[in-house]
């Protein structure tokens, strides 16, 4: 005497192809999307690395964290100057008037009367455009306008650099800012595919000489593809305008 099965199904033969499939579908990584992380104070403060650019309490961004972020997430990302007036990291450094970050190395540091030094700015080793012409006080409208947001880099000792390219960054670029007067190189390149311009490098406010300790950009010999200066441009003056 036969027996039937009451269920409405029928069992299928195992499919092993199948089954991998998924697995691997439910183990592959998702692809990072590309973000702009925008600096919004010229205070130099870490954070941390939860996608979202909020250096303090104060949920404000710095470039420092930016880089952080920027690094952290896979692709090329792109960090914009947007500054907020808000109590108590001002968008404008009252000092000079500009958007300028001071990053600091300081071994006698008075945590009484002093701000905390973090040392140079974050090694980039992932792909990113820094864009200093996004802050709102830049004139696009003006071929020789100088840059409003500036890294000057007085405070820092040694072989500190004033933004570093490290290999994992190529592709990399940076305009509209302003370096000076670090120790060592203002823009260290070791990336390949890295393009500088639109840059004023050495100078204080456009017009004061405010020396690097070293090159103003300085390029790795295992760097290709290397851009200085607009393409189709003359370089200009690496020691004023790149």
């Given amino acids: 005497m036969s027996r039937r099965s009451c269920s409405p199904f029928r069992a299928s033969p195992a499919r092993p192809d199948l089954l991998l499939a998924l697995l691997a579908s439910l183990s592959a990584p998702v692809a990072a999307s590309a973000e702009t992380f925008e600096v919004s104070t010229y205070a130099d403060h870490p954070g941390t690395i939860d996608g979202v650019c909020r250096a303090s309490a104060f949920a ?35 000092e000079e008037g500009d958007f300028v970050i001071r990053p600091r190395r300081d071994d006698d540091w008075d945590p009484l009367t002093e701000p905390t030094p973090y040392g140079p700015l974050p090694q980039i080793t992932d792909p990113v455009y820094i864009d200093g012409t996004t802050h709102p006080d830049y004139d696009a409208s003006n071929p020789n306008a100088l840059p409003v947001v500036a890294i000057d880099g007085s405070e820092l000792t040694g072989a500190d650099k004033g933004l570093f390219f490290a290999s994992g960054a190529q592709g990399s670029s940076v305009q509209g ?46 760097a290709d593809g290397t851009v200085i200066g607009q393409i189709g441009s003359p370089v200009g003056f690496l020691g004023r305008r790149n």
Avoid: K, Q
Wanted: aromatic share 10%.
């Fill in 60 to 94: 404000f961004c710095t470039l420092r964290e930016a880089i952080l972020e920027a690094n952290a997430n896979p692709g090329l990302d792109t960090i914009e100057f947007h500054p907020s007036d808000l109590f108590p990291f001002p968008g404008v450094d009252p």
């Fill in 177 to 222: 800012l302003a370096i000076y007067g670090g120790p060592d190189s203002a823009v260290h390149v070791l990336a390949d595919n890295v393009h500088v311009y639109n840059n004023v490098i050495g100078l204080r406010d456009g017009t004061t000489y405010a020396d690097n300790g070293g090159d103003g950009i300085f390029v790795g010999s295992s």
